[in-house]
């Protein structure tokens, strides 16, 4: 029996769905798409997550109140008279040894809380799990808090807390975060690192005691954020072992932990990292922490990235139109605007079947390079003498939408904004920081920096047609003090930014964004509440994206990952490759061009348009499919593809990424089918290297071949001997 307070949790809405969510005692049951969520709302404490990982199945009230018996810690020697288990919000006054949730003071006083529940509301929710929140007051240290949980449909779980000073005076947040429990058979940590134009590369480690912290100072989400921190069982893969992932959705400073302490007890926590006195709350002030998610699955990485796919599908806001072909200016033009050049590129860009052209950097006044402009969001008239209308109505004349580039945030010092408002720029004290792409950043935080901000984007997108806005970003955040003492201002910053994308989504309903931040520096769950694709990164050398697209797939879905063709060579890495396996790459996202098509020979066009006419044939399987990547590959190679949700159909690309030890990549396995429905398996043109096509020597592949899910996971097909940048596609449809 549970010794707390057995009266029922209030709850707040109708009856629940059946296996959604069980209220019992004081014990909530939550469950969806094969997820528990077992939590244990005491009267004296904030809650203890008791159980999150595998359905346990519908349980009486008994068996819950036993669960939480049989959880409770054991004593050991020179323990605590009763030890305690790991809180929501971890408590010091709890004898909680590890990072705490909330740090912060009053003037020295109340640093240390004993938050106590004061009201607790239940929702389940119709389409599985459900949501629960707890008000909690500390009346001594004089703080309100409210701790929201949430399972979601997606077997995705999140949660977030809001501080309120009850108090008469200041107190000031010092760090606030959230922690979900994970247990011992958790034996390895695995999450990513990055820098500019290699972002996403993973990294793995034994979990041992102590903590592995992963802090953001930048004042954007980082080439370098973990995007997921994983703990999981020994040898967790693609898709092999259990696993229990977080991701702090946040777009300006943050923190992602995995702390375990020497009583066993493991932790994975995040939340915003605030600067000394970014947050002081007046009285009656409140700050809310960013939501931080946690994903669950016995699947491996595959299974926590289809919970967050199947999350940010079900958005009512997920773009639901067939994701365009772009072709975007930047590495075909760069500065070079010409009305001439663009408007023939634009026509390159129609013939091949592209369906939307974004004009990138270099449009407004001042800016025919990197140096300059930054902030005067005017046309420049010296440049486009009738405005963009030539170009605009050009572009639409031939069928395609049009897209913007702008950096809204930054100002270059020479700029007609920077020479007017100097006090419109972040810094510190009377130095100006260090500068970086020879810009600064502009105080959003400012109300009078922001509203010019929004009436000059606003300007634009009233005066042309515009469907897309590319939305630039491109340096960290240094000494980034707001208003007149300078106080750090990341925080307001960040929020200020949000509130920028949805007021100009407000007054400009069909326009997307583009979350583009020197490539994938801002890719984070929070911005894309506000923003329609993330440009992952600024290498489109295909050998790099292989990996930086694999990676990014961890959280997100290919409709929302930007990926185009570029140039060969590459003009990051002066790497060459075949358009085949530039286009190959591209193709397993939101596909789009960037080089200069009006220099491409008529057979490499012909062959980017089959490309284009494949990815509008079949995106819709990519944009709705299951992720799949398969483990135990040889290191040279990469097999990843997406499987329709009902696994009638299935598209897989095997990509010879280096030079193996051995010559042909053998046997290679297809899973994630259907394993007792029968396949097709047929290579898909024009998705194989010339070199490969026909199956020389491989007679199955020009013939294909019927085997059933089963034998294509544990068998699999013996794929052609290929070459490094090679690659080969291989459709697998239901028989
Ligand atoms: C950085 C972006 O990532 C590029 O794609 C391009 O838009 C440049 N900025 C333009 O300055």
Not at 14 to 41: E, Q, Y
Not at 429 to 453: I, K, T
Not at 545 to 568: F, K, M, N, Y
Not at 678 to 700: C, I, K, M, N, S
């Amino acid at each position: 029996m549970t010794q707390h307070d057995p009266t029922p949790l209030a709850s707040t809405d109708g009856p629940a769905a059946a296996g959604s969510g069980a209220v019992a005692g004081r014990t909530l049951h939550l469950r969806a798409a094969g997820v528990s969520l077992v939590v244990d709302v005491p009267t004296t404490s904030v809650p203890v997550v008791v159980h999150w990982g595998a359905d346990l199945g519908d349980l009486s009230e008994r068996q819950l109140d036993d669960l939480v018996a049989s959880g409770r810690p054991a004593r050991s020697n020179n323990d605590l008279d009763v030890p305690q288990p790991a809180r929501l919000l971890p408590e010091t006054s709890w004898g909680w040894s590890g990072r705490p949730g909330l740090s912060g003071h009053r003037a020295g006083a109340a640093w240390s809380t004993r938050f106590v529940p004061t009201a607790v509301h239940v929702e389940t929710g119709t389409g599985g799990g459900g949501r629960l929140q707890v008000d909690c007051a500390d009346g001594t240290a004089g703080l309100g808090l409210v701790l929201e949980l949430e399972l979601l449909p997606s077997g995705l779980l999140r949660h977030r807390a809001t501080v309120t000073n009850t108090g008469a005076d200041g107190y000031e947040v010092a760090d606030l975060a959230l922690s979900l429990p994970v247990p011992v058979v958790a034996t390895e940590v695995f999450d990513l690192a990055g820098r500019w134009a290699k972002e996403r590369i993973p990294q793995r480690r034994p979990l041992t005691f102590g903590a592995h912290v992963r802090e953001n100072r930048r004042g954007r989400t980082g080439p370098d954020a973990p995007l997921v921190l994983a703990v999981g069982t020994e040898g967790f893969g693609f898709r092999r072992g259990e696993v229990w992932a977080q991701h702090t959705a946040f777009s300006g400073n943050h923190r992602s932990v995995v702390e375990r302490l020497n009583s066993g007890t493991t932790t994975l926590s995040g939340g915003e990292l605030l600067l000394p006195g970014e947050v002081l709350l007046a009285a009656g002030e409140s700050y809310r922490s960013p939501w931080v998610f946690g994903a669950w699955s016995d699947a491996g990485l595959d299974g926590i990235a289809a919970r967050f796919h199947e999350h940010l599908r079900a958005r009512p806001h997920h773009p639901g139109s067939p994701r365009p072909v772009v072709v975007n200016t930047w590495e075909a033009v760069y500065f070079d605007l010409d009305l001439d050049k663009l408007l023939e590129l634009a026509r390159a860009a129609a013939e091949v079947g592209a369906e939307r052209y974004v004009l990138d950097d270099g449009w407004f006044r001042h800016r025919r390079s990197d140096d300059a402009g930054l902030g005067d969001w005017y046309v420049d008239e010296g440049v486009w003498p009738q405005g963009l209308h030539p170009l605009v109505d050009g572009v639409r004349a031939l069928g395609l939408q049009f897209g913007l580039w702008v950096e809204p945030e930054m100002v270059n010092p020479d700029s007609d904004l920077a020479r007017a408002h100097p006090d419109w720029i972040l810094r510190s004290g009377d130095r100006l920081p260090l500068e970086s792409r020879q810009q600064q950043v502009l105080d959003l935080g400012n109300p009078d920096a922001y509203a010019y901000v929004l009436e000059r984007l606003d300007a634009v997108l009233s005066e042309y047609e515009i469907s897309y806005l590319k939305w630039d970003h491109n340096r960290d955040l240094v000494e980034a003090g707001s208003g007149p003492v300078r106080a750090p201002g990341v925080h307001a910053q960040t929020l200020a930014v949000y509130r920028l994308f949805d007021e100009l989504r407000r007054r400009h309903p069909g326009v997307e964004i583009e979350s583009c931040s020197s490539g994938g520096l801002r890719v984070d769950l929070e911005v894309l509440e506000h923003t329609d694709r993330v440009w992952a990164s600024d290498c489109i050398d295909p050998l790099e994206r292989q990996d930086i697209q694999r990676w990014t797939l961890q959280l997100l879905p290919p409709e929302l990952i930007g990926s185009h063709v570029g140039a060969s060579p590459s003009h990051t890495t002066h790497r060459s490759s075949d358009l085949s396996f530039r286009a190959g790459t591209a193709f397993f996202a939101s596909f789009g061009i960037e080089t200069d098509l009006t220099r491409l020979s008529a057979d490499e066009r012909e062959e980017l348009a089959r490309w284009v006419t494949l990815y509008k044939d079949v995106r819709g399987l990519l944009h709705t499919g299951t992720l799949v990547r398969a483990d135990d590959v040889d290191p040279s190679f990469r097999v990843h593809g997406t499987v329709a949700p009902d696994g009638s159909d299935a598209l897989f690309a095997v990509v010879q990424t280096g030079t193996p030890d051995g010559s042909v990549p053998g046997r290679v396995r297809l899973p994630g089918l259907l394993p007792q429905a029968e396949y097709e398996v047929t290579a898909q043109e024009p998705g194989h290297d010339p070199a490969v096509r026909g199956g020389r020597d491989l007679p199955w592949l020009a013939s294909g071949v019927r085997l059933t899910g089963r034998a294509l996971e544990a068998a699999g097909v013996v794929a052609p001997a290929m070459q490094p940048q090679q690659l080969l596609l291989l459709r697998v449809r239901r028989a």
